[in-house]
T-cell receptor
Framework: GENVEQHPSTLSVQEGDSAVIKCTYSDSASNYFPWYKQELGKRPQLIIDIRSNVGEKKDQRIAVTLNKTAKHFSLHITETQPEDSAVYFCAARGGADGLTFGKGTHLIIQP | NAGVTQTPKFQVLKTGQSMTLQCAQDMNHEYMSWYRQDPGMGLRLIHYSVGAGITDQGEVPNGYNVSRSTTEDFPLRLLSAAPSQTSVYFC???????????????????FGPGTRLLVL
């Protein structure tokens, strides 16, 4: 089955700086890669996703890049703000079964 | 739309007891799934369903049963609760069961609010 590795497990950045979270996947058949944000005690919320026919996608301060050859994808958050503090999960999916998640990155925005 | 709903929000069980976690969605989604979330482990898939009458196992199915008699409901049953099943359980749904279907947006999964389960 699919295996998703996510790094780092904790990331602390100064407010206004950029944050990058990286994930690798094992199954070359995977073709859908969402990113979820989870605040403490809340449900995961989709923030951005990318499909394997696209190399990059951007939505305001958030962008995701995908390298199919290397089987890795990354989340980029620019001009970080205090409300960006949360746990971020990457995931991969190739077939009709469910998402395979990374173990999460705790993003801390320092004032 | 209420989206994806789960009950109860919190439950305490004794080892060996059984219970059912309820999940419902009112978006006419074909695909539904159950995940458990443990500290440092991310979310792991327990069972999933691509439509009424069809279920399949995920990564960690042992100790859990599911059924899908209607499009709306996807209950998760714990047969004999064990302390290792202490976790937060999330139900999720999406319009399509397979990436790329339903116009390319069908696979977006929407999560319920979660059920926090403590097994003593």
């Amino acid at each position: 089955g699919e295996n998703v590795e996510q790094h780092p497990s904790t990331l602390s950045v100064q407010e206004g700086d950029s944050a990058v979270i990286k994930c690798t996947y094992s199954d070359s058949a995977s073709n859908y890669f969402p990113w979820y944000k989870q605040e403490l005690g809340k449900r995961p919320q989709l923030i951005i996703d990318i499909r394997s026919n696209v190399g990059e996608k951007k939505d305001q301060r958030i962008a995701v890049t995908l390298n199919k050859t290397a089987k890795h994808f990354s989340l980029h958050i620019t001009e970080t703000q205090p409300e960006d503090s949360a746990v971020y999960f990457c995931a991969a999916r190739g077939g009709a079964d469910g998402l395979t998640f990374g173990k999460g990155t705790h993003l801390i925005i320092q004032p | 739309n209420a989206g994806v709903t789960q009950t109860p929000k919190f439950q305490v069980l004794k080892t060996g007891q059984s219970m059912t976690l309820q999940c419902a969605q009112d978006m006419n989604h074909e695909y539904m799934s159950w995940y458990r979330q443990d500290p440092g482990m991310g979310l792991r898939l327990i069972h999933y369903s691509v439509g009424a009458g069809i279920t399949d196992q995920g990564e960690v199915p042992n100790g859990y049963n599911v059924s899908r008699s209607t499009t709306e409901d996807f209950p998760l049953r714990l047969l004999s609760a064990a302390p290792s099943q202490t976790s937060v359980y999330f139900c999720a749904s999406s319009r399509a069961g397979h990436p790329g279907l339903a116009g390319g947006r069908g696979e977006t999964q929407y999560f319920g609010p979660g059920t926090r389960l403590l097994v003593l």
